[in-house]
Structure formats: C-alpha cells, structure tokens
Nanobody
Framework: QVQLVESGGGLVQAGGSLRLSCAAS????????AGWFRQAPGKEREFVTA????????YYADSVKGRFTISRENAKNKVYLQMNSLKPEDTAVYYC??????????????????WGQGTQVTVSS
C-alpha cells in the first residue's frame, strides 16, 4: 500500500509559477512509475506527465511540454511538478499517482494504482 499526499497548489496569475510536491509513504515508492494528472470541472482526468522509477526518463503531454518539469527524490519518497508560464487553461485539481504496471509510459489513469487527494491550482488571467 502507498499513500500519496500532494501540496503546493494555490492561486497564481497567468505567466507565474508553482511547484507541487507529492509525498509518498508505505511500500517502496522508488520502484513505481509516478505521474501527475489534472481534472478541471466538467472534464475527464487528464494525463500531465510521468517519470520512471529512477527519474531518468520522463514523458509530457503536449499541452505542458516545455513549461512543466517532473522530478523525483527517491531518498525522500517525493515527486515534484515544477509549473512555469502558467495559463488559465492549466486551472484544475492536480493529482499525484503511482503505477505498479511496469509499463512505460503509463498515460491512462487506469494504469495507476494509488492516488493522492489532489491539490487545487487556479491560474487567473
């Protein structure tokens, strides 16, 4: 079992930055693929980015490529999402997730086994 807790969300103006953190506890988090998803009101949960177990390989949705950066510190059981040049369309609840699947990349939310409770990110225009 893995427990995930996100933090770092908030309100920011367009063009600004936020850094989300995801703290993991429980089973060995360092063996999991970690991902970030987001869900805006009335929309389906959307893949944002993922990182492999070592942190050496990452994958980004086209909508965030060049603006967002995922990273992890396995010694601290943490995953981060640095978000720069934020746009109003980035407004959503952001979720951290962990996948046991062993596949790469894992883009579907159904491929993830554990989820955090989410943190709200609001970008004003």
């Amino acid at each position: 079992q893995v427990q995930l807790v996100e933090s770092g969300g908030g309100l920011v103006q367009a063009g600004g930055s936020l850094r989300l953190s995801c703290a993991a506890s429980g089973r060995t988090f360092s063996t999991y693929v970690a991902g970030w998803f987001r869900q805006a009101p009335g929309k389906e949960r959307e893949f944002v980015t993922a990182i492999n177990w070592s942190g050496g390989t990452t994958y980004y949705a086209d909508s965030v490529k060049g603006r967002f950066t995922i990273s992890r510190e396995n010694a601290k059981n943490k995953v981060y999402l640095q978000m720069n040049s934020l746009k109003p369309e980035d407004t959503a609840v952001y979720y951290c997730a962990a996948s046991l699947s062993g596949r790469w990349p894992v883009l579907s939310p159904y491929g993830y086994d554990y989820w955090g409770q989410g943190t709200q990110v609001t970008v004003s225009s």
